[in-house]
Structure formats: structure tokens, C-alpha cells
């Protein structure tokens, strides 16, 4: 059946797979739900956005994006609440990103109607998809890639704009052990950091793949000038707990404007914790382990949400973190979080968004 609704056109598909959909069995990034949203930008032009049946999409080989890397991204999450209802966190934040994102990487704008219209209109379309469960939640992921047929290299000319949306659960199921690491950099000064672009994501595997190799999960990024400070880990944001107080590297042009991490930063504050925005240098960081002064460090993202590390490497040595208990400032930090997504605790900011 194909129904014009508002400014979407919609083809549902004739039969719901949720059926697929085990909360108790999530697999991060590997179930579909039952529609997809397309919206073609054709010289400038954005075209009426079309929801369909998820599934594969052809291209011409010569596709811009698949040569010169013009693709961003957003993650966020939708979340059923203690009401039944389905809510997403913040959404707009991500919508400004996305943006941002589209800027630096000269790419066309979308407009707020496609976005936000457009995470609203499919996600009650697969409302069925939002699995209830502490850790669960439905991953929606809006990306966008250069559509030109063209191998010159220039900003392309056309871009088509989709979303995606895939049932999530515990994105670790144990604390990840993470290298610092001192060779490799994830971005430097002037580059593309701040922005979600696919090619930071393609940069980090190789570091990544070397220290899996060593025993690690991840890497925590430093500076590429000194590789002394701190500047996010793997896919996330992260957090230090030095003598009670929070630190969180101060974000710039090499650091993703994490809305997790802002989120937190709100939380620990009207909790009444002390949060610095500053340079954390790795130096600190290490002795502070050894001498029981850190306590605490997790990462912090939309997939992620709060993740405490067990432990990091640094220079060929494994420095253990204490284990987390429902006392630690992470715990607390990710109850509050949670609590607010799904209703529990008073959404004093506005972040929680009905659909
Ligand atoms: C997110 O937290 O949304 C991310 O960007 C992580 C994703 C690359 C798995």
C-alpha cells in the first residue's frame, strides 16, 4: 500500500518481521526494523522524503562518496517509557550535528522537517521495533552520502539522506580493558575530529585491530601533537573520577561534541559532583591509578551510554581500575541518565522527546 502522509510517501511493507526481534538476545547493529526512510537532495533540491521497506539500495560504481568519503552520521536512541510511550533523548542536539557534520564535510543541509519529521514518522511506523528492558533501546541511525555518478574530485552535486533503525542492548557485556594509545592518532588540529564522519570511523580500525591484538578492547586517543593529553576513547566520550571529582577532556576541533558526555556533565552537576572541562593529561591519569587517587574511567556515548573500563594500558603495562559498584559515580551517573530516558526521574532539562 503506498499513502502520502503529510510531506512523506509511504509504502508499509505487507507483512511486520518483528517477530525477529528477541530483547533478550541483541546483537548490536545486526536486526533491521520493517521500513527505511529515503530523501534524495538532487541539485539543491530536496525531494519528498519516501519510507519503504527496508532493504538493499543499488548504485553506480562511480558514486561519489564511495571514492572520496562524503558520508556522515548520527546515532541516537528511541526508548519506551514507564508509560508505554516511545520517546527519543535529545534528538534536536543530534539534528544540529548532523549539520555541523554536513558543513565541514561540504555536503548538502537537511532540513529539519526531513530529520526530525522523519525520525518521528518511521518511528511510529515500527513503534513495535522499541524493545522494552533496562538496557535496551531502538538505535536510530541518520546518515547521508554523496550521490553523484562522477569521479572528478569536487563536493558533490547530489546527496541522499536516509534512516535507519536497529534494536540495541548492551553494547559491552564486560568492561572494556583500553591501550592508550601513543603512535596512531584519531585527529588533529583543523581536521575533521569534531565531525561524524565515516572516515574517522575507518581511520581508527587499524589501531584499533593492533591493539585487539595485544588483549585490548579499545583505544584511548591522545593529542597527535604530544600525545599527552587525553582525547576520546573508541566510539565515546570519556570521563576520569579523580579524588571524587569528574574530568572530561575540553572539546575542539579534534573531539566529537558528545551529547552523552553534555548530558552527564548536566547530571553530575545537579547532583552536586565538581565536573572540570580541561586538558587530561595521560601522566596524571596513570599515577593517579597507581596511587588510588583515579578511581574511575568511563566512556560515554549513544551506544555505549556509560561504560566503565577495567582497566588501561599504557607504554606495555596493564594498570587495573577498581571494579565498579552501585556506589560508583558511573553507576550513579547512568541511573540518573536512565532514569530520565524512561521516565523515572523528573526531565528538568526538556531532553526527553514524545514521538
Ligand atoms: C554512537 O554512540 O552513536 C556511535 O557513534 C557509536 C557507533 C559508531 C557504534
Redesign the pocket.
Known amino acids: 500500500m503506498v499513502e502520502e502522509a503529510a510531506a512523506f510517501k509511504i509504502t508499509h511493507v505487507k507483512e511486520s518481521r518483528v517477530k525477529q526481534l528477541d530483547p533478550e538476545n541483541i546483537v548490536?547493529?545486526s536486526l533491521f526494523t520493517d521500513h527505511m526512510l529515503v530523501a534524495d537532495c538532487i541539485d539543491g533540491v530536496w525531494q519528498t522524503p519516501e519510507i519503504l521497506p527496508y532493504g538493499d539500495i543499488a548504485y553506480n560504481p562511480a558514486l561519489a562518496s564511495l571514492h572520496y568519503g562524503q558520508s556522515i552520521?548520527?546515532?541516537?536512541?528511541a526508548f519506551r517509557n514507564v508509560d508505554n510511550e516511545v520517546v527519543m533523548f535529545r534528538p534536536e542536539e543530534n539534528f544540529k550535528r548532523f549539520n555541523i557534520s554536513a558543513e565541514r564535510m561540504c555536503m548538502a543541509q537537511v532540513p529539519e522537517e526531513i530529520f526530525m519529521g522523519g525520525l518521528k514518522e518511521i518511528l511510529k511506523l515500527d513503534s513495535a521495533w522499541v524493545p522494552d528492558g533496562e538496557d535496551n533501546s531502538l538505535?536510530l541511525?541518520p546518515f547521508m552520502f554523496a550521490s553523484d555518478v562522477y569521479l572528478g574530485v569536487r563536493p558533490s552535486f547530489n546527496y541522499r539522506f536516509m534512516i535507519i533503525m536497529s534494536p540495541a542492548g548492551k553494547?559491552y557485556s564486560t568492561p572494556p580493558k583500553v591501550k592508550i594509545e601513543t603512535e596512531y592518532i584519531r585527529a588533529a588540529t583543523g581536521g575533521v575530529g569534531y565531525a561524524?564522519c565515516a572516515g574517522n570511523?575507518a581511520a581508527s580500525l587499524y589501531p584499533a585491530k593492533l591493539a585487539q591484538e595485544q588483549g585490548y578492547t579499545q583505544l584511548l586517543w591522545t593529542d597527535a601533537q604530544t600525545h599527552t593529553k587525553f582525547e576520546e576513547s573508541?566510539?565515546?566520550n570519556v570521563f576520569f573520577v579523580q579524588n571524587g571529582k569528574l574530568l572530561t577532556p575540553k572539546t575542539s576541533t579534534t573531539i566529537?561534541k558528545?551529547i552523552?558526555r553534555d548530558s552527564l556533565i548536566n547530571i553530575a552537576r545537579d547532583s552536586g559532583y565538581e565536573v572540570s572541562e580541561q586538558d587530561v593529561y595521560v601522566k596524571d591519569i596513570v599515577e593517579g591509578i597507581k596511587d588510588g587517587s583515579v578511581t574511575e574511567v568511563f566512556g560515554a556515548?549513544?551506544?555505549?551510554v556509560v561504560s566503565p573500563f577495567s582497566g588501561v594500558g599504557f607504554e606495555g603495562d596493564d594498570i587495573p581500575l577498581p571494579a565498579i559498584t552501585e556506589k560508583s559515580i558511573s553507576s550513579v551517573l547512568k541511573q540518573k541518565l536512565d532514569g530520565i530516558r524512561k521516565g523515572k526521574l523528573e526531565d528538568t532539562h526538556g531532553w526527553v522527546y514524545k514521538v
Do not use: C, I, P
Open positions: 548490536f547493529g552520521f548520527e546515532g541516537m536512541k538505535y541511525r553494547y561524524k570511523y573508541g566510539t565515546m566529537l558528545g552523552t556515548g549513544t551506544a555505549v
